[in-house]
């Protein structure tokens, strides 16, 4: 049985910090790319960072700069440190694992952002 299960999220203050987590079990996580998506409410799920079985990682505009997606094979674990936070990053974020013909989502951790 496949797992991915995140954690982390919370709110926090614009200009903090939260690192989320997101341990997966049941698969050969060394062959999966790894992704973080976010949703906000009324919008669609966007492909926030991302990093693949080399280590390559990618990340969309709005995040650069502020955000660090890593993993680590040895503890299928793969994680996203998010500093500098603005309200716009609320949105409850999922982890996502990706290979050819294989895809897991994780059930979601909320990251609100506000004073």
């Known amino acids: 049985q496949v797992q991915l299960v995140e954690s982390g999220g919370g709110l926090v203050q614009p200009g903090g910090s939260l690192r989320l987590s997101c341990v997966a079990s049941g698969i050969a996580f060394g062959f999966y790319k790894m992704n973080w998506y976010r949703q906000a409410p009324g919008n669609q799920r966007e492909l926030v960072a991302s990093?693949?079985?080399?280590?390559?990682?990618n990340y969309i505009d709005s995040v650069k700069g502020r955000f660090t997606i890593s993993r680590d094979n040895t503890k299928s674990t793969v994680s996203l440190q998010m500093n500098s936070l603005k309200p716009e990053d609320t949105a409850v974020y999922y982890c996502?694992?990706?290979?050819?013909?294989?895809?897991?989502w994780g059930q979601g951790t909320q990251v609100s952002v506000s004073s």
């Open positions: 996502n694992s990706w290979a050819p013909g294989f895809e897991y």
């Open positions: 990093i693949s079985v080399d280590d390559v990682t």
